[in-house]
């Protein structure tokens, strides 16, 4: 495996640590799983503060949204492929978003 590869991999791994983490902790706090309907409340402190939630755990609310959607017939491979690529993509992102910030802060050594 290259080393851009496997760098990708870890952020990738990273991005959902991080969606699982804020979503868990916003479950905790909140006791309620946080969803996209958050964005729904209009222009209130509440819908405006649900802009950087949504952003680190929207990976986990696509994937949750997926695999517990309540269709009585299976999933449709597409679907499910088409939900995971793009969780995995913003997954990626985050990920990198994280890793540049904890190397620009001096925290994680750079390459």
């Known amino acids: ?4 590869a496997l760098n990708c991999f870890i952020q990738i791994a990273i991005g959902f640590a991080i969606a699982g983490a804020v979503a868990s902790a916003y479950q905790a706090f909140v006791n309620r799983p946080p ?3 958050l ?3 209009g222009p209130t402190p509440e ?3 649900a802009v950087p939630l ?3 755990t929207a990976p986990f609310v696509i994937m949750r949204n997926t695999l517990r959607s309540g269709a009585p017939e299976p999933h449709r491979f597409q679907f499910v492929m088409i939900a995971t ?3 995995g993509f913003w997954s990626l992102m985050s ?3 994280i890793v540049l910030t904890l190397q620009a802060l001096g925290i994680l050594a750079g390459a």
């Open 35 to 37: 969803s996209f309907a």
């Open 39 to 41: 964005l729904q409340q």
């Open 95 to 97: 990920g990198t978003f």
């Open 85 to 87: 690529v793009l969780a």
């Open 47 to 49: 819908g405006f503060a």
């Open 1 to 4: 495996m290259s080393p851009i």
């Open 54 to 56: 949504l952003v680190f």
